[in-house]
């Protein structure tokens, strides 16, 4: 997703990245980017192949850098090489995508007369919950998932029911529904949220639970869940269930 500002300076619409996360830069040429103010984003040219970069205005104390395989790709504006991206994952991404073009900005100095350069980009990491959500819904290798609805909860409780689904595997990826679970008559408590599959309650969570009031929201929706049986960090190595529930906007429906 592109950060927009009133102080961006116009970029190609094609083949360009740009993103939140800021990426290292290796400023080799401070002439080059002189005259772009702090926090003004500018668009640097991607170039891959191997090239001398003057250090800082000095052809004769130029390096030969960039051109890929653990070696960064240069990066140019208005032509002229100024520095370098060492990231090798950013390098990769950006080749995926088929990336000529990056954002980048620069917010201090290096030294006091080179700026420190960042590059703009997406995330090319993901948290572990991202990395399941991913393989979920069978998001490709950059995809973001940031937009996906997805709750994750835990269950301490034993169930035999998801213990007879995973049938000794790490884990389950299956179709359920969320459905609100009516308290005996009589009883002031507010009634609890379930997870269900095949029609019957998989697992159940009271008003207690931090995790209440975001089920309740999706009471009557179907989801796909991931469930797995992990060990606790308590001492004692209790087991316990962790759910990671996916929700599709076009599933409301109770199934």
Not at 52 to 75: A, T
Not at 169 to 184: A, C, K, N, Q, Y
Request: aromatic residues 10%; hydrophobic residues 35%.
């Amino acid at each position: 997703m592109q950060r927009k500002s009133p102080d961006t300076i116009p970029a190609p619409a094609e083949s360009h990245v740009a993103g939140t996360v800021e990426y290292l830069v290796y400023n080799y040429n401070e002439p080059v980017v002189a005259n772009i103010p702090r926090d003004r984003i500018f668009t640097a040219e991607i170039i891959r192949r191997r090239m001398n970069v003057p250090f800082h205005g000095n052809r004769d104390l130029g390096y030969v850098l960039g051109g890929g395989n653990g070696n960064g790709y240069v990066l140019s504006y208005n032509g002229a090489p100024f520095g370098v991206i060492p990231n090798d994952r950013l390098c990769a991404y950006l080749d995926d995508v088929h990336a000529r073009t990056i954002s980048c900005v620069w917010h201090e100095w290096y030294e006091p007369t080179i700026k420190s350069i960042k590059a703009l980009a997406p995330s090319t990491r993901r948290s572990r919950s991202e990395r399941i959500i991913a393989s979920m819904i069978g998001a490709g290798k950059w995809d973001s998932v940031d937009d996906v609805d997805s709750i994750k909860a835990s269950d301490y409780k034993p169930n035999a029911m998801a213990d007879s689904l995973l049938s000794g595997r790490g884990f389950i990826d299956i179709e359920v529904s969320l459905d609100m679970i009516p308290t005996p008559k009589g009883s002031y408590a507010k009634p609890h949220v379930g997870i269900f599959h095949d029609g019957a309650a998989l697992f159940e969570f009271d008003a207690r639970k931090m995790v209440y009031g975001e089920l309740v929201r999706h009471a009557g929706q179907n989801a796909l869940a991931r469930v797995e049986k992990k060990l606790s960090n308590d001492g004692n190595g209790s087991p316990y269930y962790s759910i990671m529930l996916v929700f599709q906007s076009d599933t409301s429906s109770q199934a």
